[in-house]
């Protein structure tokens, strides 16, 4: 399970550059943290080993964005000295 958790991140990782292109830091940290309260929820209710596996897997994919936008949202708005 460990390795398709990784694997999905890194395919966020490599995929989230394409896809959200055009779109500011804000709205995709918005969704994608919604996204990762979301399949942890579901994680955490399921009884079924399938919707639990499909949950973490896209738990590692939205976990992804949220690695790669939070520190373009710390460069854009923080405060340097």
């Known amino acids: 399970m460990v390795r398709f958790y990784s694997l999905m ?3 966020g990782n490599f995929s989230a550059p394409h896809i959200f292109k055009g779109i500011t830091e804000k709205p ?4 994608s943290l919604l996204l990762c309260i979301i399949t ?6 399921s009884n079924h080993y399938a ?3 499909v949950s ?3 738990f590692g994919f939205f976990q ?4 790669i936008y939070v ?3 710390i ?3 923080g405060v340097g000295n």
């Open 56 to 58: 973490r897997l896209l």
């Open 75 to 77: 460069e854009t708005f």
């Open 51 to 53: 919707i639990t596996a």
């Open 64 to 67: 992804a964005h949220i690695l």
């Open 28 to 31: 995709i940290l918005t969704m």
């Open 40 to 45: 942890l929820l579901v994680v955490t209710v």
């Open 71 to 73: 520190t373009a949202w």
């Open 9 to 11: 991140n890194l395919i």
